[in-house]
């Protein structure tokens, strides 16, 4: 029984921990509705005084027993202090409240996650995304993100740009401190990135290589940008292993893109850019790995997402630790040029040559 129990801590705090678990689920509803119904941001305006739930009620019009039940949730939660009969709030309600990493999740988990994850053994029994069905009747969910409601395509958009906009500041100069001149985004999505690149190096040009529905949003806002004449697209489906990826850039650029795929996709895709690649060609590839963490709560959300790729995504990928990565390119025959951590908040940046 000994061996079952962690060294730092004890059986009654292990219980404990375990019936957050058991109501994690009922939990999450009630910090999210602390937070939109403006409980969370009322508390904060009178953290000095601290405020009783009939104040609450009163100054929102939400009824007394909704408000005692949500607020005796947060207290539970740690999201509020009650003291003497008046409700404060910690420093976590502070961070569901305040925090943009933390408002981002909660959206992303709410909107486009929760109601999928119920599916999530048939997912690991049949390794296909079981939960997708509650969005949409697609095979992946990048084939349905230019038709996902506004709202869960909204969440969707800011959970991706949220992790990959405070990187790209970072990456920019590494990538071109060698002058590249033309770039290929392998799944650029909107074209964040191509915009970004344009506008630091006045003589890169750019293609941006995705699925229809993400290229019809990438070429609108090349468009509106009046960026024709230096960023392109090709719409390709990656998966498609016949499609070979076009020849004569000197730079490939892939973030946050090979989490979206199972370890053989990867391989064939990692394959198919040494194919396009010439000896001087560099291949980028920017992700978070779990293992190159150095805070715990990026850890978690990172392991948390891979749950997501499992149950709504696509069935097969996940955020993967860094040595399966190395692996797969050894196996396209890819050797890592330069390995850069901390890039950005969590991510690695991966610059590979052909062997």
């Not at 941001?41 to 019009?61: F, H, Q, S, W």
């Not at 979206?260 to 394959?271: G, N, R, W």
């Amino acid at each position: 029984m000994s061996n079952l129990i962690d060294e730092d801590i004890s059986t009654i705090q292990a219980k404990y921990e375990a019936q957050k678990i058991a109501f994690a689920p009922i939990m999450f509803q009630a910090a999210r509705v602390l937070r939109d119904s403006g409980i969370l941001n009322l508390v904060k305006k009178n953290r000095r005084k601290g405020i009783t739930p009939e104040e609450v009620a009163n100054d929102l019009g939400i009824s007394i027993y909704g408000v005692k039940v949500l607020m005796e949730a947060g207290m539970a939660m740690d999201i509020l202090r009650l003291e003497g009969g008046r409700y404060y709030i910690t420093k976590c309600g502070f961070f569901i409240l305040n925090d943009r990493m933390t408002q981002v999740n909660m959206d992303f988990v709410h909107d486009v996650c929760y109601r999928g994850m119920f599916n999530l053994e048939e997912a690991i029994q049949t390794g296909k995304p079981a939960g997708l069905r509650e969005l949409g009747p697609w095979k992946t969910i990048y084939q349905g993100l230019s038709s996902l409601p506004e709202k869960v395509q909204k969440s969707w958009f800011d959970f991706d740009h949220y992790h990959s906009d405070y990187a790209f500041p970072d990456a920019l100069p590494l990538v071109f401190k060698r002058n590249h001149k033309k770039l290929m985004d392998i799944g650029g999505n909107t074209g964040r990135w191509a915009f970004q690149c344009v506008e630091y190096s006045p003589e890169v040009a750019v293609a941006i290589l995705d699925l229809p529905g993400q290229l019809d949003m990438a070429e609108k806002n090349i468009r509106e940008n009046g960026l024709e004449k230096r960023i392109s697209t090709i719409a390709i489906d990656i998966l498609d292993q016949s499609r070979s990826f076009p020849e004569g850039y000197d730079a490939i650029w892939m973030s946050q893109f090979l989490d979206c795929f199972s370890e053989d996709e990867i391989v064939s895709i990692l394959k198919r850019a040494y194919a396009a690649m010439d000896n001087s060609s560099v291949l980028y590839i920017l992700e978070t790995y779990w293992d190159r963490q150095s805070y715990e709560a990026a850890r978690y959300c990172l392991i948390g997402t891979s749950l997501y790729f499992t149950c709504m995504a696509n069935g097969n990928s996940k955020m993967y630790h860094s040595k399966d990565m190395l692996r797969c390119l050894r196996e396209a025959d890819l050797v890592v040029e330069e390995d850069i951590d901390g890039v950005g908040i969590s991510h690695t940046l991966f610059a590979c040559r052909k062997r």
